[in-house]
Every structure is written in structure tokens, then in C-alpha cells.
């Protein structure tokens, strides 16, 4: 059983440039979470994606944005990349209305020159 | 606005040893408490939760202790083991489907030999 894949692994992106991250959910699953950690920090939470739609949005600006599409796999999408959006970025999937656990991919390691 | 306080940032623990960490909440709303164990270069990964109507959950060698009144809770590592090491995220989440995790700032544990 394939558990939550992202991809790239890594990805180096200059200031002002666009990115797109991608995840797929463990199987099974049919809501994904997005999260950023930076260097040193708990993972902080981005938005939420369910039924293909954002159903819940931490403190990030809207140049963050996401996809869901109908296999359950997301995309996560940066605008006018800046400096301080280097960080790990996480996904995580859950079965909505029967459990509170959430299983996290490896990340995709981002760094903005 | 950080919700939910972790302590202390690092800790070195002698194989065989105890490793306690601690943390504090504000939300009460908070109904799930989920701790979680990242290995370098890895995402988190699930370790035990609990929930808040219980106040002591174990699972091997891990235990956790929950005080609702005080607003807090702890992570007991026993019988700590050099595999043991790694960074540990104690987290809060409310229910009812909508799983945003908060987490706290992270414990990075060393159990040395």
C-alpha cells in the first residue's frame, strides 16, 4: 500500500518565479492537507482540500493556492516566489468522517535564490 | 498566534533513560492531540494521540499523559533508545472532519549510547 507521495523532491526556484508541488494521497484517502515548515519550525499549516474544494485556509497570503482533482491528488501552487517561501513542504492525507489521523508525505524541499 | 507550547527545544537522554516532553495548549476547543516523530529529511510520522477524555494512553514503550484542567500534556519516552533520536512535534486538532493540525515548535531528542 502506497503511502503519501510528493513530488519533487527538491526544487530550486528564483525570487518572483511561480511553483507548482504535487501529491498524491495514501490510498484510500480522500482529503489532503497542505503544510510549509520552515527550517527549525513545526510544520504550519496552509489549507485544506476536500471534494475538490478548499475547505479550510491557515495564515498564508493568496499567493498560495491549491487544486484538488478527482482521484484525490493536489496541487500546491506559489506565486512571486520570495526568499522567506524557502521551506519543506508537507502533505498530508486523511479519510474525512472516520478518523482524526493524518499521514504526511516525505516533502518537497523548496529553495528561493 | 502560536496555540500550542512545546517543551523544551532539545534534549540529550542517556540510552535506557527516560525522555520527557511537554506541552501546553490554548484552545480548549482542541479535541485530539496527536504526537508526531520526523526523522531527518523525512515527513512526520504518527506516533499516538489521544483524546481529552482519557488521561493516560500507552503504546509500548511511548505514553502519553493528558491534565484537560491544566491545559496540557507530555510525551514519556521510556527506555529511550539511540533510534529513538529524532525531532518530536506535539500537535492539537479539533473534529468533527475538519483536521487542521497545530503544531507545537518541536523537541529534538539525542539518546546517547
Known amino acids: 500500500d502506497a503511502g503519501v507521495t510528493q513530488s519533487p523532491t527538491h526544487l530550486i526556484k528564483t525570487r518572483g518565479q511561480q511553483v507548482t508541488l504535487r501529491c498524491s494521497p495514501k490510498s484510500g484517502h480522500d482529503t489532503v492537507s497542505w503544510y510549509q515548515q520552515a527550517l527549525g519550525q513545526g510544520p504550519q499549516f496552509i489549507f485544506q482540500?476536500?471534494?475538490?474544494?478548499?475547505?479550510q485556509r491557515g495564515n498564508f497570503p493568496d499567493r498560495f493556492s491549491g487544486h484538488q482533482f478527482p482521484n484525490y491528488s493536489s496541487e500546491l501552487n506559489v506565486n512571486a516566489l520570495l526568499l522567506g517561501d524557502s521551506a519543506l513542504y508537507l502533505c498530508?492525507?486523511?479519510?474525512?468522517?472516520?478518523?482524526?489521523?493524518?499521514?504526511f508525505g516525505p516533502g518537497t524541499r523548496l529553495t528561493v535564490t | 498566534q502560536q496555540q500550542v507550547k512545546q517543551s523544551p527545544q532539545s534534549l540529550i537522554v542517556q540510552k535506557g533513560g527516560i525522555s520527557i516532553i511537554n506541552c501546553a495548549y490554548e484552545n480548549t476547543a482542541f479535541d485530539y492531540f496527536p504526537w508526531y516523530q520526523q526523522f531527518p529529511g523525512k515527513g512526520p510520522a504518527l506516533l499516538i494521540a489521544?483524546?481529552?477524555?482519557?488521561s493516560e494512553k500507552k503504546e509500548g514503550r511511548f505514553t502519553i499523559s493528558f491534565n484537560k484542567s491544566a491545559k496540557q500534556f507530555s510525551l514519556h519516552i521510556m527506555d529511550s533508545q539511540p533510534g529513538d533520536s529524532a525531532t518530536y512535534f506535539c500537535?492539537?486538532?479539533?473534529?468533527?472532519?475538519?483536521?487542521?493540525?497545530?503544531f507545537g515548535t518541536g523537541t529534538k531528542l539525542q539518546v546517547i549510547p
Open positions: 500537535a492539537a486538532s479539533i473534529g468533527g472532519g475538519y483536521q487542521k493540525v497545530t
Open positions: 489521544i483524546r481529552p477524555d482519557v
Open positions: 498530508a492525507s486523511s479519510l474525512t468522517g472516520t478518523s482524526y489521523e493524518q499521514y
Open positions: 482540500y476536500y471534494e475538490e474544494e478548499e475547505r
